[in-house]
T-cell receptor
Framework: DTEVTQTPKHLVMGMTNKKSLKCEQH?????MYWYKQKAKKPPELMFV???????INESVPSRFSPECPNSSLLNLHLHALQPEDSALYLC???????????????FGPGTRLTVL | AQTVTQSQPEMSVQEAETVTLSCTYD???????LFWYKQPPSRQMILVIR????KQQNATENRFSVNFQKAAKSFSLKISDSQLGDAAMYFC????????????WGLGTSLAVNP
């Protein structure tokens, strides 16, 4: 299984809602990533988890709250979002983040989020 | 600062023809990796090809090949025998081996394939 899955595929939410995005992989990867991507732009890194611990937070607003309950699962909890947060949210995983050789990041299909 | 530049926001190619996408990068590191990612309109980001900086031989993957010029800090992607399914955004990306977490991305090239 060389797949990263993300649910839901589409999400529409109001600015007062609370919702969560889910990402799952069963490749035995110990590093997982959240990216935000605007149309026709490259992905922007938000968070990196390594061995279930948060290792990078790219100064993301607190209305985005990541969670890594286990090595296969990554969540992104959303609360009080703004319309400018509308974007494609991509999850990725890699074998690990350490070591002298690069570990390829495998991307999921993304969740298209619209904030009204 | 480590940067990646793609100077062609949009390109087009006729089906079955060859096209080359340009990428230049700036780094003072010697141990790094370069990548080309493809993102079709269906949005799944897929790794097309990777190049380790210490390897002199250019990477190839079927119809995709790179021209890696380390001294010039250039990393272009050649797509041979272009197919309709090659239409996508192509992103060039870099990662420093000592920071094995954060990819540095170019702004992308949107490739159209004309039948």
């Amino acid at each position: 299984d060389t797949e990263v899955t993300q649910t839901p595929k589409h999400l529409v939410m109001g600015m007062t809602n609370k919702k969560s995005l889910k990402c799952e992989q069963h490749m035995g990867h110990r590093a997982m990533y959240w990216y935000k991507q605007k149309a026709k732009k490259p992905p922007e890194l938000m968070f990196v988890y390594s061995y279930e611990k948060l290792s990078i937070n790219e100064s993301v607003p607190s209305r985005f709250s990541p969670e890594c309950p286990n090595s296969s699962l990554l969540n992104l909890h959303l609360h009080a979002l703004q319309p400018e947060d509308s974007a494609l949210y991509l999850c990725a995983s890699s074998l690990r983040t350490s070591g002298s050789s690069y570990n390829e990041q495998f991307f999921g299909p993304g969740t298209r989020l619209t904030v009204l | 600062a480590q940067t990646v530049t793609q100077s062609q926001p949009e390109m087009s190619v006729q089906e079955a023809e060859t096209v080359t996408l340009s990428c230049t990068y700036d780094t003072s590191e010697s141990d790094y990796y370069l990548f080309w990612y493809k993102q079709p309109p269906s949005r799944q980001m897929i790794l097309v090809i990777r190049q380790e900086a210490y390897k002199q031989q250019n990477a190839t993957e079927n119809r995709f090949s790179v021209n890696f010029q380390k001294a010039a800090k250039s990393f272009s992607l050649k797509i041979s025998d272009s197919q309709l399914g090659d239409a996508a955004m192509y992103f060039c990306a870099y990662i420093y081996a000592g920071n094995n977490r954060k990819l540095i991305w170019g702004l992308g090239t949107s490739l159209a394939v004309n039948p």
